[in-house]
């Protein structure tokens, strides 16, 4: 037992003395360290998840920094009307990458080059979240059809938030060793062109197992209850705004649909 102590007490001193730029991603080692840093978010404010339509979100950390993923630059659908620092691109296609859209002067990372050959290599902490992307294709035969796609982790309040823009497919091991364990994972639905099918897009949130999963990208109601069919841990929202902290995230998976913003 005093040997047992002794090795614990190693371990939390080795966790705490690797530099903090270490812990910044969703993966195993600071995962572990996570219940130890647990304590002293408790008082944090809420993570804020606000859904504009199509692909496009603003994450709103406890801080107040604003992260908007794939802008659509769309006429007929709402836009955020404050500033943003992190604007993300998962592929230079239109409805994702209008980053235009985006108010102020934030930091903008695109996960492909503009030609969308090859993949951008982002692993970055900007104010208090992190962010980082994992390879990944619009179509099942690896980008020949229509492309490359990256996906975008952050971390934000000690939330693992993943946005796997156009994914196409369902996800290697390794693809999911490099996403990490996520907590909340916006789950993209179309009819196997654009990205998965509602079938395939409960299949990928199974192999993601997250806390909560939020559909995206869907433009018919059909899709939607096809992607939640015998699904019985369901909620559906009055808005478009999740507020959620490390506290309250439901045990893997609750599916939380945000409301009316289709497209």
């Known amino acids: 037992m005093k040997k047992l102590s002794k090795n614990l007490l190693w371990l939390i001193l080795a ?33 804020l998840i606000e859904w504009f339509g199509h692909s496009t979100f603003q994450i709103t950390s406890s801080k107040g920094t604003r992260i908007l993923t794939d802008p659509h630059g769309r006429d007929g659908l709402p836009w955020p009307s404050l500033p943003q620092d992190i604007v993300t691109a998962s592929h230079p296609h239109g409805p994702h990458s209008s980053v235009w859209m985006a108010k102020g002067n934030p930091v903008i990372l695109e996960g492909l080059t503009p030609s969308g050959e090859t993949w951008r290599n982002i692993h970055t902490s900007i104010r208090d979240v992190s962010v980082y992307t994992v390879p990944a294709y ?6 020949l059809q229509r492309g490359k796609n990256a996906m975008f982790v952050f971390r934000v309040d000690d939330i693992c938030i993943a946005h796997p823009g156009d994914l196409g497919h369902h996800l290697t091991p390794a693809q999911l060793k490099m996403l990490g364990k996520i907590d909340i994972f916006l789950a993209p639905i179309a009819g196997g062109f654009y990205t998965v099918t509602p079938g395939e897009a409960r299949e990928v949130t199974a192999q993601v197992n997250p806390r909560i999963a939020i559909p995206m990208h869907y433009d018919w109601e059909g899709a939607l209850r096809d992607y939640i069919r015998d699904n019985q841990r369901v909620r559906k929202l009055d808005g478009a705004v999740l507020k959620i902290s490390k506290q309250e995230l439901p045990p893997p998976t609750e599916v939380v649909v945000l409301s009316g913003r289709y497209r």
């Open 138 to 143: 619009h179509d099942k035969s690896q980008g």
């Open 15 to 47: 966790l705490f003395l690797v530099p903090p730029q270490a812990f910044g991603f969703c993966h195993e080692l600071e995962v572990a360290r996570a219940p130890l840093l647990r304590v002293a978010a408790a008082n944090n404010a809420p993570v």
